[in-house]
Structures are given as C-alpha cells and as structure tokens.
C-alpha cells in the first residue's frame, strides 16, 4: 500500500509540474505503475488560477479489491474514505471465534487454538438445564454466564504464546491455546 501512495505522490508531482506550464490546464487522466496495483487517477480539466476538482483514484491488483478513495472540491463537495460513512474510527479490530459446547460440566473440545496476538471470540453453548459460570483465565479472568440450553460470549484481549484456562463453575472445563492455527 505504501507503494501506491507513492505512486500517486509522483502522480500529484506530475500535474503540478503540468500546471506550471503554458496553458495553465491539467490533464484529464494520469495513470502510473508502482510495484504491486496499479493507479490510475482521473480529474476534469481546470485552471489552477482558482479551482480543484474532484479527482478518484482506483487501485487495481491483486489483493487490492478494487478500492475506490474519492477527494473533495475546492468549493466543498462530497468525501469519501476515511472521513466519510465507513471512515476512520469505525473498524473492529480482529478476532478469531474459539467455540465449545458444554454438556453436563465437561467443554467439547477440550482445547481451541487461536493464533497469537489475535483476539480471541469466545462463545460457550449450553445442553444443559442449568446455568453455569464461565471463566477465562486470562490475566483478572473473564467471566460470563451461559444460561439454560443457551450460549454466551467474551471477547479477550490476544495473547502471546501460552496454554490459558477455561473453567466452568470454578472447575477446569478446557484450554484455549494462543500460538497455534485456529481450531479444536
């Protein structure tokens, strides 16, 4: 991604070196490669006497999904991208589903692995017909209740390598993993 923000800063570089000349016009269409996507950048012609117009840049490649980042006008019109809806701020962070079922106190599997330093989304489901009290022993602990034939949930914090209790009504019930490749 670095790489395509260079590109475009050469892009920028270009049309002020374009509208430094004669006719005081930018082109309408710059298109550059840079190591991996490539950027394409495309903007009405203006006069760089007073106005700026709108310019979309699109990154094609792979992995790139297409991304489509949109700027303002120099009389205030619509953005896009970090500052728009869906902009800067709003992302979850990443986390990774550790499940077990409980049945009659005992946790199915009775290990879950995570990768390290990933959050870990931890969801107990219940058979049973009374509720029981869950603990992650992760630092302080993270407790939850399930309830009756029911589930819940806790989002912890990732961890660095290590094998980390999880106890069910104060009893060991099973261990989550960080470190190893996600799954039972």
Known sequence: MAAALAGVAGVGAAVGAAACGGDNQIPGTFTT??????????ASTA?????????????????TGGTTSTGTTASGGTTSGESGPGGGGDEQGT??????????????????SVP????????????????????????KGYTFTVAPRGSGTVKVPGQKN??????VDGKPGGTLTWGGEPGP
């Open 162 to 167: 290590g094998k980390y209790q999880v106890l």
């Open 47 to 63: 006069s760089t006497a007073s106005t700026a117009s709108a310019t979309t840049a699109t990154a094609a490649g792979p992995g």
């Open 95 to 112: 986390r990774v589903p550790a499940i077990f079922s409980l049945k009659a106190g005992k946790l199915t599997p009775s290990n879950v």
């Open 116 to 139: 390290a330093f990933l959050a870990a989304e931890v969801t107990v489901t219940s058979t049973d017909a009374s509720p029981h009290a869950v603990v992650v022993k992760v630092g």
């Open 33 to 42: 490669s840079v190591a991996g996507p490539t950027i394409q950048l495309s």
